[in-house]
């Protein structure tokens, strides 16, 4: 069945300083979604990916999937206290309406 | 529009007891589905429904257990409570399985 890593498991960076975190399937992915939860809030999601290659930017986020639609990453440039929390990648197989979450990258900021 | 709401917020229960939480997703919504989050496991998918019937259900023992109604709220049981199922329930709705995912506040359970 499909696994998928997210790393890192957790992130500490000053402010200003570039994030990234990735995920990574065993299996080829049909799309994925990324997501952020707030400390003490709920899941938000952010976006979906769904082509092979695609990059995507929201403000100073950027969001790819691989080429092999096996991976994926977000950036987050400049990183400010507003970005504190956890992001989970959640990734979907063909045929399969189950939609499952990576284990999650914890970003904390440095003030 | 109201978004997905999800009672009750807190939950004190005592081992061997059960529980039911509800959810009410977002007007239109057809698919809701269920997750466990605990600081070590992450979110883990419980189940999911779409027009009042399963179609996908997660690795969790039989004591955990869903429906969902012809209004699309749906309410999850869990039976004889263990201490391990302390942690933070997430209901999700979206109008399709795989389609953006708008989640409740969450119910979080207590088995003391």
């Known amino acids: 069945g499909q696994q998928v890593m997210q790393i890192p498991q957790y992130q500490h960076v000053q402010e200003g300083e570039d994030f990234t975190t990735y995920c990574n399937s065993s299996t080829t992915l049909s799309n994925i979604q990324w997501y952020k939860q707030r400390p003490g809030g709920h899941p938000v999601f952010l976006i979906q990916l769904v082509k092979s290659g695609e990059v995507k930017k929201q403000k100073r986020l950027t969001f790819q999937f691989g080429e092999a639609k096996k991976n994926s990453s977000l950036h987050i440039t400049a990183t400010q206290t507003t970005d504190v929390g956890t992001y989970f990648c959640a990734p979907s197989n063909f045929g399969n309406e189950k939609l499952t979450f990576g284990t999650g990258t914890r970003l904390t900021i440095i003030p | 529009k109201a978004g997905v709401t999800q009672t009750p917020r807190y939950l004190i229960k005592t081992r061997g007891q059960q529980v039911t939480l509800s959810c009410s997703p977002i007007s239109g919504h057809r698919s809701v589905s269920w997750y466990q989050q605990t600081p070590g496991q992450g979110l883990q998918f419980l189940f999911e429904?779409?027009?009042?019937?399963?179609?996908n259900k997660g690795n969790f023992p039989g004591r955990f257990s869903g429906r969902q109604f012809s209004n699309s709220r749906s309410e999850m049981n869990v039976s004889t409570l263990e201490l391990g199922d302390s942690a933070l329930y997430l209901c999700?709705?979206?109008?399709?399985?795989?389609?953006?995912?708008?989640f409740g506040q969450g119910t979080r359970l207590t088995v003391v």
């Open positions: 999700a709705s979206s109008p399709q399985g795989l389609a953006e995912a708008f």
């Open positions: 429904y779409f027009s009042e019937t399963q179609r």
